[in-house]
């Protein structure tokens, strides 16, 4: 059996269709799946600042973009600001060694749900993280980690997407 065809099929669009919105039901279909995801004991260390395009929200995370993010991103209907819960509220205690980690399936969740509407998820990192959390100032204990554009592909799968393969995956990098 081939991989599923919603797994192989997605890929990460730089450009969308700056005149589609997302709904508010996708929107909350988005984060339940983000929050069906699995995680250690159950910690569920995530949070998403959710931003629409035209709302303020959208115009509070916009500034903070990247030169490079900020060519494309906009374009995109819908910004998710991601958090992790790392540490205990005021202390270095990690609140789970998993908190990352666990963040980045609830967003696998969420980018494979938007692929079954439809729409496209690119994840980035290229903006100032320092000054995006000046601004939202996430809870004690938890941290800004990523960003997703979510909306319409604009753009065609490429062809020519590289993979490492079965395997290497199976021979790196154990003695
Ligand atoms: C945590 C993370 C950070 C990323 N940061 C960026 C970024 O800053 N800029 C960018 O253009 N793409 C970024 N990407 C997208 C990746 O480049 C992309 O997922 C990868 O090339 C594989 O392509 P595919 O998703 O189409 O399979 C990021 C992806 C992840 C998961």
């Known amino acids: 059996m081939p991989v599923h065809p919603l797994l192989a099929s997605r890929f990460s669009p ?15 279909v988005l984060l339940d799946a983000a929050r069906w995801a699995p995680s250690a004991g159950n910690s569920q260390p995530w949070a998403y600042f ?7 929200e959208h115009d ?26 790392r540490y205990v509220e005021d202390t270095d205690w990690a609140y789970s060694d998993f908190a990352d980690y666990d963040l980045g399936q609830s967003v696998a969740h969420l980018t494979l749900q938007a692929h079954a509407m439809d729409l496209a998820c690119r994840q980035f990192r290229a903006f100032n993280l320092e000054t995006l959390t000046d601004d939202l100032q996430p809870g004690a204990g938890w941290h800004i980690v990523s960003m997703i554009a979510i909306g319409r592909a604009a753009e065609d799968r490429p062809a020519d997407r590289e993979r490492r393969s079965t395997e290497e995956l199976r021979t790196a990098p154990w003695d």
């Open 14 to 28: 730089m450009w969308f269709d700056s005149d589609w919105n997302v709904t508010d039901d996708d929107v909350e």
């Open 50 to 56: 959710v931003a629409r395009r035209g709302e303020p």
């Open 60 to 85: 509070r995370i916009v500034k903070h973009l990247a030169r490079s993010s900020g060519r494309w991103a906009p374009s995109a209907s819908l910004l998710i600001v991601t958090m992790a819960h």
